[in-house]
């Protein structure tokens, strides 16, 4: 196996110290994941053209504290544990070692660096209800693969730099004329970015509008892909909180408020309890953004879902200001490995976001967003959203009678009218952690809702996704889920 680690021999570190601290960086990064082999110390100290006895002293040492372990005959391997608060406690260096240089991170990068933040749930189970994923084999692939053959073929205007960062206009006057019938979002085609998903979105919005100690105000409980954006720029976040009706907007004038310059949202299906807010309040948060002069980031990730109620226009197109700045994807309508969504600016920003994202990427990918143009202009995005909304409705009635059927009084669902997830309250003694972990091992994902709140949570809450999972998987999911409770 080939590893590279960088061994400073002019350093006055020792040099099997050396050997330590870097092997002991890249397993806390995630260089060197769980289980991994090690090279043999022999071909380590061939390739660092240093002594045996010094790889094998770093080796030892990283096996006598738990992160390497030796298997006879076999080889070194990183331990298939690593301490969880050895994760957190151990502080991750932001200093690294280049030849003679000596490299500090950024304070972006600095912040990077805590694992807890970053820790992603990787969801391997034979029943996964984990959140925002649609219905992958439903997705139309023949008919993709069509278009994107349609403009692959020799087309220096797909091959090449674009001079419009802002995303292929064609494309944009789709989503203009979209966004307009179907969301009553108020725009030009001038005002829409094509960004890589709203992550990309989210993170283009920040640096242009976040100072590091400005105030955001986030949903409480929220999203995370946002959280961690914001945290990572040295925001500081103001949570909400977030009832029936949606964000309780009255919190954002009463007590002690800071400044708050962005207020980031997800009005209709709020993000995880799956609320809408409602029309007054909606009404109430422009007007506090007029008069605050704060910005309000509207993620309307999936609404195109919503089942028998009718959908409420987005709080773009309510607004008469210049107080919000739209956010779609198309991850949850298509899939998210497209990296496609787009901003809906107010006009004074649309320069600045197209500088923006020059220079982060240059420009999104051509031929995708070729493909998407036909894609939405020959009608084949609404026909897919309503069949998925159909499919999706089905699961949805599914998991709500299963739950209801196995857990009676002890589940209370909440946001079962939009979407592709729903949240449960589950009256039970078992801790969030016993729940995920025995689902986990009866074959079952789920995700507990404790990590998307910023101050204490209530605990016993979990957010269950249902767009990619078949009605005999959801009713079987949810037996195994009542059996661990009731146990
Ligand atoms: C609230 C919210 N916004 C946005 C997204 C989509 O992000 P992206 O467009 O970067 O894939 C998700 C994904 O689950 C989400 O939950």
């Known amino acids: 196996m080939d590893f590279v680690i960088t061994i400073n021999p002019q350093a006055a570190l020792p040099l099997h110290r050396q050997v330590y601290e870097e092997l002991r960086q890249a397993i806390l990064l995630g260089r060197l994941a769980p289980g991994q082999r090690l090279p043999s110390t022999r071909s380590l100290s061939q390739s660092l053209g240093i002594s045996r006895a010094t790889v094998t002293q770093g080796y030892e040492q990283l096996l006598s504290e738990g992160y390497l372990e030796a298997t006879p005959g076999s080889g070194t391997f990183v331990c298939d544990q690593i301490p969880d608060d050895l994760l957190n406690t151990v502080p991750i260096q932001s200093t690294f070692h280049v030849a003679n240089l000596s490299l500090s991170l950024s304070a972006y990068g600095a912040s990077l660096t805590n694992r807890a933040l970053f820790r992603l749930l990787e969801l391997e189970a034979q029943i996964n209800f984990s ?224 500088r923006a994202k020059w220079l982060a990427d240059r420009q999104s990918s051509l031929l995708e967003q070729h493909a998407l143009t036909d894609f939405i202009t020959e009608g084949h995005l609404e026909r897919h959203i309503r069949r998925m909304r159909s499919l999706y409705d089905q699961r949805r009635q599914t998991l709500a009678q299963s739950l209801v059927s196995h857990f009676g009084e002890r589940v209370k669902i909440l946001g079962e009218n939009a979407g592709m997830h729903l949240m449960v309250k589950i009256n039970t003694t078992l801790s969030d952690e016993e729940i995920t972990q025995c689902a986990a091992l009866a074959g079952v994902g789920i995700n507990a809702a404790h990590p998307y709140y910023l101050k204490d949570s209530p605990g016993s809450e979990f957010v269950l996704g249902y767009a990619d999972i078949d009605e005999e998987q959801i009713k079987e999911g949810v037996r195994r889920l009542a059996n661990i409770v009731f146990s």
Request: proline share 6%; glycine share 8%.
């Open 131 to 354: 959140y925002g994923r649609p219905a992958f084999d439903k997705f139309p692939i023949d008919l993709w693969r069509k278009l994107l053959s349609r403009h692959c073929r020799f087309n220096a205007d797909v091959l090449d730099y674009t001079t419009d960062s802002m995303g292929y206009r064609p494309l944009r006057e789709a989503i203009a004329s979209y966004l307009a019938r179907s969301r009553a979002v108020k725009c030009s085609t001038e005002q829409i970015i094509i960004v890589g998903g709203s992550q990309q979105g989210l993170d283009l919005i920040t640096r242009l509008l976040i100072e590091r100690g400005d105030w955001i105000a986030v949903e409480e409980p929220g999203y995370l892909g946002a959280r961690r954006t914001f945290l990572a720029q040295g925001a500081c976040l103001f949570p909400v909180s977030v009832d029936e009706s949606g964000l309780l907007v009255s919190n954002l004038t009463t007590g002690t408020v800071p400044n708050i310059k962005l207020i980031y949202v997800t009005p209709s299906h709020q993000f995880p309890t799956g609320v809408m807010l409602s029309l007054p309040r909606r009404l109430e948060l422009l007007a506090w953004a007029q008069k605050s002069g704060a910005m309000i980031i509207e993620d309307d990730y999936d609404s195109e879902y919503r089942y028998g109620e009718r959908p409420i226009p987005a709080l773009q197109g309510l607004d008469q200001g210049n107080s919000v700045i739209y956010v779609g994807t198309f991850s949850k309508v298509l899939f998210p490995s497209l990296r496609l969504g787009y901003l809906v600016l107010p006009h004074n920003l649309v320069d600045v976001f197209t």
